[in-house]
């Protein structure tokens, strides 16, 4: 019988790439959005953004909680959405960085 923690990691293991790619795909599809009529609107738009970017960082940190990915697991996949979603992290940080 498996215990609770292990049966969580596999069902964390089995949605989070999906979840992921989601997450990124909306993002950057979101970013690409640059039309903004005055400063209320640009500001809506990256306020959503940072709401985007938290969403990825909670999803990383769910794969670390979880100990994710495990080769145990077959996860290849989930390594690489958790790159995926790490670098485009990266990007967004060091943007942020250029317009302060």
Not at 8 to 27: K, T, V
């Amino acid at each position: 019988m498996p215990n609770i923690e292990d049966d969580a990691r596999n069902r964390i293991a089995s949605f989070l790439p999906e979840a992921m790619e989601r997450a990124l795909q909306s993002y950057r599809s979101f970013l690409d959005e640059s039309e903004h009529k005055n400063a209320k609107e640009f500001k809506a738009h990256h306020d959503a953004c940072k709401v985007a970017i938290a969403h990825l960082e909670l999803l990383i940190k769910l794969a670390e909680w979880a100990h994710l990915p495990d080769e145990n697991l077959g996860s290849q996949q989930l390594l690489m959405m958790l790159e995926n979603a790490q670098a485009e992290l990266q990007r967004n940080k060091h943007n942020e960085g250029k317009n302060e």
